[in-house]
T-cell receptor
Framework: NAGVMQNPRHLVRRRGQEARLRCSPM?????VYWYRQLPEEGLKFMVYLQKENIIDESGMPKERFSAEFPKEGPSILRIQQVVRGDSAAYFC???????????FGQGTRLTVV | QQQVKQSPQSLIVQKGGISIINCAYE??????FPWYQQFPGKGPALLIA?????SEKKEGRFTISFNKSAKQFSLHIMDSQPGDSATYFC??????????FGTGTSLTVIP
């Protein structure tokens, strides 16, 4: 049973470009969370999705950031017009249900140059 | 506002010693308290978790102690090993909601 898969592992974008981060949850998991981590800091919640629905996006910046979890395929975190401050590690986690363990992927390290 | 407060920020322990990391929370709706271990360049890995209906849970060298009335929980690592050197995060969640993470504890186990 493969774990949570994130790709790419590393992503370099120039300022103003778009970044698309993908997360394939564990098999059977329909709940996906996205978190952001800055160096030497904790994990900051961004968005919680359940197949085709956004459950909680209270941690997501109102502009430039969007997330989706379609019926088929991975969850996507999209950052438009990236700025240097978007450089961070982005992790997704998946759960089987609302009251089960959450497992994290290895993250995507975004560098904006 | 930090929903989960974690201490200490860093910890140095001799090999064979006990590492203790503490967390506190305010939201009484939290009903799930996991601990994660993270190595540099890797994602957080679930270590052990507890629910408020028990006061202690042990898995191998790792034990969670939970004090519901004080709204505190802690991770104890017995017989600490150099391979345990990592950053540890506590977290809390209410059913159906996001996880709130502590700020992390950097543990170094000296041989």
């Amino acid at each position: 049973n493969a774990g949570v898969m994130q790709n790419p592992r590393h992503l370099v974008r120039r300022r103003g470009q778009e970044a698309r981060l993908r997360c394939s949850p564990m098999k059977g998991h329909s709940h996906v969370y996205w978190y952001r981590q800055l160096p030497e800091e904790g994990l900051k919640f961004m968005v919680y999705l359940q197949k085709e629905n956004i459950i909680d996006e209270s941690g997501m910046p109102k502009e430039r950031f969007s997330a989706e979890f379609p019926k088929e395929g991975p969850s996507i975190l999209r950052i438009q017009q990236v700025v240097r401050g978007d450089s961070a590690a982005y992790f997704c986690a998946s759960r089987l249900g609302v009251n089960t363990e959450a497992f994290f992927g290895q993250g995507t390290r975004l560098t904006v140059v | 506002q930090q929903q989960v407060k974690q201490s200490p920020q860093s910890l140095i322990v001799q090999k064979g010693g006990i590492s203790i990391i503490n967390c506190a929370y305010e939201n009484t709706a939290f009903d799930y308290f996991p601990w994660y271990q993270q190595f540099p360049g890797k994602g957080p890995a679930l270590l052990i978790a507890i629910r408020p209906d028990v006061s202690e849970k042990k898995e191998g060298r790792f034990t969670i102690s939970f004090n519901k009335s004080a709204k505190q929980f802690s991770l104890h690592i017995m017989d600490s090993q150099p391979g345990d050197s990592a950053t540890y995060f506590c977290a809390a969640a209410a059913t159906g909601n996001q996880f709130y993470f502590g700020t992390g504890t950097s543990l170094t186990v000296i041989p």
